[in-house]
């Protein structure tokens, strides 16, 4: 069975494979429109459940849309409307979709969550968020990231922020695609510490970025973290901020990218994110064609 739960737990010559593909898949859709089925019909006579315990559009709408081109059909179900919600076994739910649909993608809380539905079901399942990593969306980045500057390996990759889920799962790229990260971010909200070894800290945000070839953040608050937390994260992260200023460090033609949903003038301010060095609309877009990719992949398994 092929999950694709994490980036480290994919071998990175599987991962080069799936980044090649969804560029390949790209590539020979250029200029059809959004509803146009793909030549390539992977999916034809699947269904595909993605299950919702988070809100969301660019994860629903992209597996959405990228089932549909590739000949298949979704069901989105949200977790709070499933018995999973109310009782029944992670364990239990796996068995009985895996009864009635071919892959299922899985957007929920806890990491143990995922984890269990994965063992437990008799079909591929992909993390569509975690907690703790979101490697879709860093493999929709690392698409991004070639398609305008070239192989990733050996470049310098800048978080700003805080060590978030995203954040985990860019680590974890950087080892499996072999290049250098930095976090900058308050002591505080360090990444996890089953991370370490896989990136540099340096404090001081401007120091970090000197010669980036992509600075990176998201949000302050994530979805799992208390509101409460709101106005201490502010003023923790006040400082890392991606701004011009910032952004005058890195190199010339370095790439400024933002998972979004993003909260404008908080952690980048809108001259950055509408400049000329910021991909983060691609990075949405490539979202449909990392993630056909990632669910090929799947089933070729
Ligand atoms: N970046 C991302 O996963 O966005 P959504 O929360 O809208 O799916
Ligand atoms: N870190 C954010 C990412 C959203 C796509 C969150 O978990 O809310």
Redesign the pocket.
């Known amino acids: 069975m092929r999950h694709f739960l994490d980036i480290h737990k994919t071998a990175p010559n599987e991962l080069r494979r799936i980044i090649d593909t969804g560029r390949a898949i790209k590539d020979a859709r250029a200029g059809k429109p959004k509803g146009a089925v793909d030549a390539d019909q992977p999916l034809k006579d699947h269904m595909v459940a993605l299950i919702f315990e988070k809100?969301?559009?660019?994860?629903?709408v992209s597996f959405d849309v990228g089932v549909r081109q590739m000949g298949g059909q979704t069901m989105v179900l949200s977790g709070a409307d499933m018995q999973l919600g109310h009782g029944e076994t992670i364990a239990d739910t796996a068995r009985v979709l895996s009864r009635y649909v071919d892959l299922i993608m899985m957007r929920t809380f806890e990491e143990d969550t995922l984890l269990e539905m994965a063992e437990y079901a008799t079909v591929p399942v992909i993390n569509g968020?975690t907690n703790r990593t979101?490697p879709c969306?860093i493999m929709a980045d690392i698409l991004t990231f070639e398609e305008h500057n070239g192989p990733i390996r050996g470049r310098k990759v800048v978080w700003s922020g805080d060590g978030n889920n995203v954040f985990a799962s860019f680590a974890h790229a950087a080892k499996q695609f072999e290049f250098d990260l930095v976090f900058t971010g308050p002591p505080p909200l360090d990444p996890e510490p089953a991370l370490e070894g896989l990136y540099a800290i340096e404090r001081d945000p401007h120091r970090a970025v000197d010669g980036a070839d992509l600075v990176v953040t998201d949000t302050w608050v994530s979805m799992h973290d208390p509101q409460s937390a709101r106005e201490r994260r502010h003023n923790q992260l006040r400082g890392y901020q991606v701004n011009q200023r910032l952004m005058d460090h890195a190199k010339p033609d370095a790439l400024f990218m933002h998972?979004?949903?993003a909260h404008r003038d908080d952690e980048a301010t809108s001259e950055v994110m509408d400049g000329p060095n910021s991909v983060i609309f691609d990075e949405?877009e490539n979202?449909l064609h990392a993630q056909k990719a990632i669910m090929k992949w799947c089933l070729e398994g």
């Open positions: 809100p969301s559009t660019r994860t629903r968020l979101h969306q998972c979004l949903p949405a979202r």
